[in-house]
C-alpha cells in the first residue's frame, strides 16, 4: 500500500501518495500547471522548465525557491505555491522563450483547436509576443503515410525521441543539433519504420508531428462527432475514440483504458479505419431478382421481403458467424438458423486451437493478465508468437516489461522510478530476461535471447522449460545441446521471478505449443509462482466466438455434403480468406441462394445471390471479448445511409417479417444483449458493462458531439436551410448532438477527454482518479474469464517429435504482417502503402545452398497450383523452414504445417 504524506499546495492541506512526484500528484488533485516534456507514461527527464513552483522550507519562509514540480518528490510536511506571482511570472516567460521561434500558424495548423501548447501558453497568460527578429526555420521530412512533419513548430521538449526511442524501441527517429539548432526527424526522409510512429501524434504538445491520414480530408477537431469504440484489428481490443464528418469516418485516436491499452494504439489500429469509407463499402442491398441474372440495386423493404420470401421457401437455411462480428450479431444470426445450422467462418483447426486457449484460461487455476499487467511483469517466455505483427500492443507491452529488473537497482541509490533521466542513466542497455522462441527474426529480438526452430522444435523447448521446473512435468526427449542449455537457463530465470509471464498462441498453428505454453505455467504454480499466462487470439472477437461454442467451417462444409440445404446466410466474413479457394468454391455451389451481410466488398460477395448492407464498427454498436476475456462496448459514431444498418437489426428485420414474431420483441441494443445471457449465462454481466439506453445525467443524454461544434446548419445547406433534426438513438444513452450532459460521463460513454483549458488529449488527466490510473467509475470493460483457484489442471503429455527437413522440401511457416496479413486495414491508403508484396522467406543456408538471392523467384507447388514468388532472406530463419506470408494481397490460402518442393528456380 502506498506510503501517504500531507503536503500544502497555496494553503490549502492534501493528503498524497509519496510515491509521486510533485507535478503528477498536482495534476492528480486535479489543480492545473502547465507542463511540456512530462509524460505520464514516460516518466520526468526536467527538459523543458515549464512547470516551475515556489517551494518554501517551512511556514516561516516566505521568499522561498523555484523548482521544477517534475522533478521534485513529495515529502510530508512540502509546502509548495503554484499561484506564487514569481513563479507564475517564471512559467510564462518560459512560453515566451519557447514562442520565439514558433510560427503564427495556429488558424492554419493541424492541430489548432487540440494543442496543448496553445492550451498551456493561455494557461501562463502569456499574450503578447515581443520577439522581432528573424525565426529559425527548418526543413520538413516526407516520413511515411502516416504522419505530417512540421518542424517549425517545435519546442524541443524531447517527447517525441523519448517515445520513440526509449519506450516504442525504435531508432530510425532522433534529434540531431549544432550550436543553437535542434532538429528531431530521421538522417534522412523516408518512412518511419516503427509499429507505433503514429503515437507522435498524441505525444507531441504541439503540431510538429500530425496525423497525414486526416490532413488528407481535414475537418477542425471541435467540429467531429465522436464516440468510444474499440479497434477491430487484432484481438488485444485496444479502446478508440472514433471522429466523423459529413458521413465519413476522419481519425482514431486512444481512448484511455488503464488495463488495455492506456495512451498508445499500434499504427494499424490508428490508421486502418479508412476502410469505412473505401470506393469497396456496399452502401445498398443488392438482390438477383426472378428471370435476372446479375444483381441490381433494391431498397430496404424491398430487400428484407424479397430475403424473407427466400428463407420461408427454403428448406434448410444455413448460417455462417465470423469473428469480427459483434456477439450480438452472430447471436441473431444463430437464432435466425437455429444452434444446429449455425457455423463459425473460420477452419477447425483455428477454432479448435481457440477453444483449447480458453478451456485453459476458463478451466485452471491460471490468470491471464491485462495489457498493464504484462507491463509489470519480470521475466516472460514468448513461444511461437511475432507479437510485432500479430498483436503489437501486447509487444509494446512487453518492451515495458524489460525494464523491471533494471530499475529496481535505482532503489538503493534513492533515485524514484518516475525520474527517468536519471533511471536510464544508471541502467544504461541493461534489460530484463525475455526469452522469445520463433521460426524467424523478429522485432522483439533487440530486447529478448531468441531460438529458433520449427513449431514442433518450439513447443519441444517448451516442454523442456516445464520438465527443468517440475520433474513431474512431461519432457521431451533427445534434446540437443542448445535446448538443454536455453532451457535450464529459462527455468532459473522463471524461478527467480516476482511476476513470470508465459505468451502462445495460435499463429503458427501449433497444438503442441498451445500445451507447452500451459505446462510451463502450471509447473511455475506447482512450485508456488504467481505465473500469469497469455493467448494471443487473431480477430477482435475471436475469444467472444469460442466462448459462444458451435461449430466450424469445415463441420458446414461436411454437413452440405450429408444433407441438402438451399439457402446460406454468410455474415462479415469472406470464405476465401479461411480456406482453400477449390474448397470454398466447392461448398458455395451447393447453394441456391447465398445471402450475404457485409460492408466491404470481397470475393464472397462476389458470389453472392443477395447482398445486405451493414454498419461497420463505426456505424453500429455491438460487444467483442478480447484476448483476456474482457467483455467491451463499441458504440456507434453516426448514422449512415438508411439502408446500411446493424448486422443485428438486419437480421431481426428479416425473422419478424419470415413469421418469426417471438423476436418483434427485441427493440434495441439491450434486449439482444439479454436474450444473449438469457441462453448463455457464462455472459451474465455484459449488459452491464456499460450503462443502459434510458440512462441520464440530470435527464439529459451523453453528447457525442463537443461544445465548440459548429455548421449544423451550413453542411447541409446544399440540400436545406433548415437545421435537420438529429438522428434518435434508442440503442445508448448518447445522443447525435452537441446537446446534453456537459460534465464527465461514465467512464465508457466518454466520446472525447475535454475539460475547461484542456483541449488536447492531455485532458485525460482530469477524467482519471490519479494520473496514470483508473478512469473516475473504474476502466470500461468486464473480465469473463477468471481462474479457478482450486483447480488442478493435468499436464499435456502429447510431446511432438524433433523436426527433420527432408532433402528438397521445405516446411512452410505462416509469416504476419501488420500491414498487410489484416483483412480490413488493407482497404486504407495509407497502410496500403506499407503492405509488402508476395514472397517467400528462406534462410541465408537455403538461400546460399539453391543459389538464389534477395529477390530471385522460385517456383513453389502450393495446394494444386504453382507459385512463382520472390525469395526474401531472413538471418534468423532456420534451415529447412520456409516463411509464407499469411492472407497477404496476392497470396493463396495454405492450411498449415504443409511441406513444399521448388520445381524450378528463375534466374
Not at 477452419?347 to 484460461?361: A, V
Not at 466491404?600 to 460487444?623: H, K, L, Y
Request: net charge neutral; hydrophobic share 35%.
Amino acid at each position: 500500500m502506498a506510503k501517504m504524506a500531507k503536503i500544502i499546495i497555496d494553503g490549502k492541506t492534501y493528503e498524497v501518495d509519496s510515491s509521486k512526484n510533485l507535478l503528477e500528484t498536482i495534476l492528480s488533485l486535479k489543480l492545473n500547471l502547465q507542463y511540456f516534456c512530462w509524460h505520464p507514461a514516460m516518466g520526468s527527464v526536467g527538459a523543458c522548465r515549464q512547470c516551475a513552483v515556489k517551494k518554501y522550507r517551512d511556514e516561516n519562509d516566505k521568499a522561498g525557491k523555484l523548482f521544477m514540480a517534475c522533478m521534485e518528490p513529495v515529502v510530508d510536511g512540502m509546502r509548495v505555491s503554484i499561484e506564487d506571482p514569481e513563479a507564475k511570472e517564471f512559467r510564462a516567460g518560459v512560453i515566451e522563450w519557447l514562442m520565439t521561434n514558433h510560427p503564427h500558424d495556429c488558424p492554419v495548423c493541424d492541430e489548432g483547436g487540440e494543442c496543448h501548447l496553445q492550451d498551456m501558453t493561455l494557461m501562463s497568460g502569456h499574450n503578447y509576443r515581443r520577439f522581432r527578429y528573424k525565426k529559425r526555420t527548418y526543413r520538413n521530412q516526407y516520413l511515411g503515410p502516416f504522419l505530417h512533419h512540421e518542424m517549425n513548430r517545435c519546442i524541443q521538449c524531447y517527447r517525441c525521441v523519448r517515445f520513440y526511442r526509449d519506450y516504442a524501441g525504435g531508432d530510425d527517429l532522433n534529434v540531431f543539433g549544432v550550436h543553437s539548432s535542434v532538429y528531431f526527424g530521421r538522417h534522412e526522409d523516408g518512412v518511419l519504420e516503427n509499429e507505433f510512429a503514429g503515437n507522435l501524434v498524441e505525444v507531441c504538445p504541439t503540431g510538429v508531428f500530425t496525423d497525414n491520414t486526416l490532413f488528407q480530408h481535414y475537418t477542425r477537431k471541435w467540429d467531429l462527432t465522436s464516440a468510444p469504440s474499440v479497434c477491430v484489428h487484432c484481438g488485444v481490443g485496444c479502446n478508440t475514440l472514433a471522429g466523423e464528418r459529413y458521413g465519413k469516418l476522419r481519425r482514431i485516436l486512444t481512448r484511455y483504458n488503464g488495463q488495455v491499452n492506456g495512451y498508445f494504439l499500434c499504427d494499424r489500429g490508428r490508421f486502418g479505419y479508412e476502410f469505412v469509407n473505401s470506393e469497396k463499402r456496399i452502401r445498398k442491398p443488392m438482390l438477383r431478382l426472378s428471370g435476372e441474372n446479375r444483381l441490381s440495386e433494391a431498397d430496404e423493404e424491398t430487400a428484407i421481403t424479397e430475403i424473407s420470401a427466400i428463407i420461408k421457401s427454403s428448406r434448410k437455411v444455413m448460417g455462417i458467424g465470423s469473428p469480427r462480428a459483434s456477439l450480438e450479431a452472430n447471436f441473431t444470426l444463430r437464432s435466425l438458423v437455429s444452434e444446429r445450422n449455425f457455423y463459425w467462418g473460420v477452419p477447425e483447426q483455428e477454432f479448435s486451437l481457440l477453444t483449447k486457449e480458453m478451456n485453459i484460461l476458463r478451466q485452471g487455476s491460471i490468470r491471464t493478465p491485462s495489457l498493464r499487467e504484462i507491463e509489470k511483469c519480470d521475466v516472460v517466455v514468448i513461444l511461437g508468437e511475432d507479437l510485432t505483427n500479430t498483436a503489437p500492443m501486447i509487444a509494446l507491452a512487453v518492451r515495458q516489461s524489460v525494464r523491471q529488473v533494471p530499475v529496481q537497482s535505482a532503489t538503493p541509490y534513492k533515485i524514484p522510478h518516475w525520474q527517468d533521466a536519471a533511471v536510464r542513466e544508471l541502467v544504461q542497455d541493461e534489460k530484463g530476461p525475455v526469452f522469445v522462441a520463433t521460426p524467424y527474426a523478429t522485432k522483439l529480438d533487440s530486447v529478448a535471447r531468441t531460438f529458433r526452430g520449427s513449431a514442433d522444435e518450439i513447443a519441444r523447448l517448451g516442454y523442456a522449460i516445464a520438465g527443468a521446473i517440475s520433474s513431474d512435468a512431461p519432457k521431451a526427449d533427445n534434446l540437443n545441446e542448445e535446448v538443454c542449455v536455453l532451457s535450464e537457463s529459462i527455468s532459473k530465470a522463471l524461478n527467480k521471478a516476482e511476476r513470470p509471464l508465459i505468451i502462445a498462441g495460435q499463429s503458427l498453428k501449433s497444438e503442441a505449443i498451445v500445451n507447452a505454453a500451459a505446462n510451463i505455467a502450471y509447473a511455475m504454480r506447482k512450485a508456488g509462482k504467481n505465473v500469469e499466462l497469455c493467448y494471443t487470439v487473431p480477430e477482435c472477437n475471436s475469444m467472444g466466438m469460442v466462448m459462444m461454442g458451435g461449430k466450424a467451417l469445415d463441420q458446414a462444409f461436411h454437413a452440405v455434403e450429408k444433407e441438402a440445404m438451399d439457402t446460406l446466410i454468410i455474415m462479415e466474413n469472406d470464405l476465401f480468406r479461411r480456406d482453400e479457394k477449390q474448397a470454398v468454391d466447392r461448398f458455395l455451389k451447393r447453394f441456391k441462394n447465398i445471402i450475404v451481410l457485409d460492408y466491404i466488398e470481397n470475393a464472397t460477395t462476389e458470389r453472392a445471390t443477395a447482398i445486405i448492407p451493414v454498419g461497420s464498427f463505426a456505424e453500429s454498436d455491438g460487444t467483442f471479448v478480447n484476448n483476456e476475456g474482457r467483455a467491451q462496448r463499441f458504440y456507434q459514431v453516426f448514422v449512415p445511409n438508411k439502408e446500411i444498418k446493424e448486422s443485428w437489426r438486419w437480421v431481426r428485420n428479416i425473422m419478424v417479417t419470415s413469421g418469426m414474431k417471438e423476436f418483434s420483441r427485441w427493440k434495441n441494443l439491450l434486449d439482444y444483449t439479454q436474450a444473449l445471457i438469457k441462453e448463455m449465462p457464462y455472459f451474465t454481466g455484459i449488459d452491464t458493462i456499460t450503462p443502459p439506453p434510458g440512462f441520464r445525467i440530470a435527464g439529459r443524454k451523453i453528447p457525442r458531439e463537443p461544445y465548440r461544434y459548429s455548421g449544423r446548419t451550413a453542411m447541409h445547406a446544399d440540400k436545406t436551410v433548415h437545421e435537420p433534426k438529429p438522428p434518435e438513438d434508442v440503442d445508448s444513452p448518447m445522443s447525435f448532438t452537441m446537446e446534453g450532459y456537459r460534465g464527465q460521463p461514465p467512464s465508457s460513454l466518454i466520446p472525447f477527454f475535454w475539460s475547461p483549458g484542456w483541449n488536447s488529449a492531455q485532458a485525460i488527466n482530469k477524467y482519471q482518479i490519479e494520473v496514470g490510473g483508473p478512469l473516475h467509475g473504474g476502466d470500461p470493460g468486464k473480465r469473463l474469464i477468471e481462474p479457478l483457484p482450486n483447480a488442478k489442471p493435468s499436464y499435456f503429455t502429447d510431446v511432438p517429435k524433433a523436426f527433420a527437413p527432408r532433402e528438397g522440401e521445405w516446411m512452410l511457416v505462416p509469416v504476419y504482417h501488420i500491414f498487410g496479413s489484416d483483412e480490413l486495414s488493407v482497404h486504407s491508403p495509407g497502410v496500403r502503402e506499407l503492405v509488402p508484396k508476395p514472397y517467400i522467406m528462406l534462410s541465408p543456408d537455403d538461400a546460399a545452398r539453391l543459389q538464389v538471392t534477395s529477390d530471385s523467384e522460385l517456383e513453389l507447388g502450393i495446394g494444386g497450383q504453382v507459385e512463382r514468388l520472390p525469395v526474401k532472406i531472413n538471418l534468423g530463419l532456420r534451415p529447412g523452414l520456409a516463411g509464407y506470408p499469411v492472407t497477404l494481397p496476392g497470396m493463396s490460402v495454405v492450411r498449415f504445417p504443409v511441406s513444399v518442393k521448388i520445381s524450378g528456380v528463375k534466374k
